[in-house]
């Protein structure tokens, strides 16, 4: 009931509808149950390929499941087809796979049954080149990459996606540039789903922040906050609700999201690596993909948002891109682009990294979108 709150009227009435339609489905045992799922982003067809998790950490394929949908790659691109991060969304509480198929723009769900997927339905993306997707207790905001970038929101209902109207913004970005770079290059909410974040890249190098209103809706026009010459890539959040950034330019950053949306730097440590592109928290830790390098960068959060590298990198296979950690956070899974394989790590209690092992994803060389329960 909590997430029917933010709702509009509109959208209550459609999700009304769409629970009495399924209300039939059979009831099945609903979760992860420590699976990890990956998405190939394949050009010829989109799956999801889902492995289940041993007690130490390693990975055993459980299944493959098309999503109905294409794979897309930007122009420019190699080992990130995508260029993005949250192109594969778990919602927990509603138990969904939310996949981006950014060849066909459309987006697929897919109902969580432990190691099982049950597609429930392929829906449009409100725009082009879908690269990104936010979830916030029944609240979706997808992010469109190409044709300036847009947003559009939706309710989840009986298990599916209803388009909130009125929640489309056009990000109005430029059209110069490489595709890789210059594409917006994730959504997320704040802890609290009051706001919505969305990084630009080297296309402005922007963090523009947007009001979310209780019935889902977003502010007219989002605050801008420029970053200059630090390509603003990926971002999460840390304990204390600061904002944890990604800087393609090579630095991890952290910011207070202040309610008006303007965001104030406390600190920015450099990685020393190259292309510091994606960011995931485990065990209180920070760690940054950095493709360019091959290699994982460790950083721990501090109170106050100070952040002190404590490890050093970690090496990783070739084109280290979109990273996952285990819902306990002991695990850590990377999807390196260059051959198409997730490195497993375990993640000691001060952050140190053990590689475990690896697999090789089929069809997924390039993918991007890796989700963790």
Not at 171 to 197: A, K, N, R
Not at 304 to 314: H, R, V
Not at 316 to 329: E, R
């Amino acid at each position: 009931m909590k997430a029917i709150t933010r709702l509009s009227a509109a959208t209550i009435a459609a999700a009304a509808v769409l629970a009495g339609a399924f209300a039939a489905t059979p009831a099945l045992a609903a979760g992860t149950a420590h699976a990890v799922f990956v998405q190939t982003d394949n050009v010829k067809g989109n799956q999801i390929v889902v492995y289940d998790r041993s007690s130490e950490g390693t990975l055993t394929k459980a299944g493959v499941y098309d999503t109905g949908g294409l794979g897309g790659q930007l122009e420019g691109s190699v080992v990130d087809h995508l260029a993005s991060q949250g192109s594969l969304s778990y919602d927990a509480q509603d138990n969904l796979l939310l996949a981006v198929n950014a060849g066909s723009n459309t987006i697929s769900v897919f109902g969580v049954f432990g190691d099982r997927l049950a597609l429930r339905q392929v829906i449009g993306s409100g725009g082009t080149f879908p690269v990104s997707i936010a979830v916030h207790e029944g609240v979706v905001y997808v992010l469109n990459g190409l044709e300036g970038g847009s947003l559009q929101g939706f309710a989840v209902a009986a298990g599916r996606l209803v388009p909130i109207s009125g929640s489309s913004r056009a990000l109005g970005l430029g059209s110069e540039g490489p595709q890789f770079t210059h594409t917006p290059g994730t959504v997320v909410f704040s802890p609290d789903g009051t706001q919505l974040i969305v990084t630009t890249k080297a296309n402005g190098n922007d963090v523009d922040v947007f009001a979310v209103s209780p019935g889902g809706a977003l502010s007219p026009t989002p605050v801008v906050n420029p970053l200059p010459g630090t390509v603003p890539f990926a971002i999460v959040f840390d304990k204390q609700g600061d904002l944890i950034l990604a800087e393609s330019a090579g630095a991890l950053a952290s910011f207070q999201l202040r309610e008006s949306g303007i965001i104030d730097q406390l600190d920015v440590v450099p990685s020393e690596q190259i292309a510091t592109c994606w960011v995931v928290e485990a065990r209180g830790h920070f760690y940054t993909s950095n493709p360019g390098s091959a290699s994982l960068s460790t950083f721990q959060s501090s109170a106050g948002g100070q952040l002190l590298t404590l490890l050093g990198d970690t090496p990783t296979d070739g084109g280290t891109v979109d990273a996952a950690a285990s819902g306990d956070g002991r695990f850590l899974y990377v999807q390196t682009g260059a051959a198409g394989i997730v490195d497993e790590f375990s993640v000691a209690a001060q952050g140190a990294l053990s590689e475990i092992g690896s697999v090789t994803v089929p069809g997924a060389v390039g993918g991007e979108g890796i989700a963790a329960g």
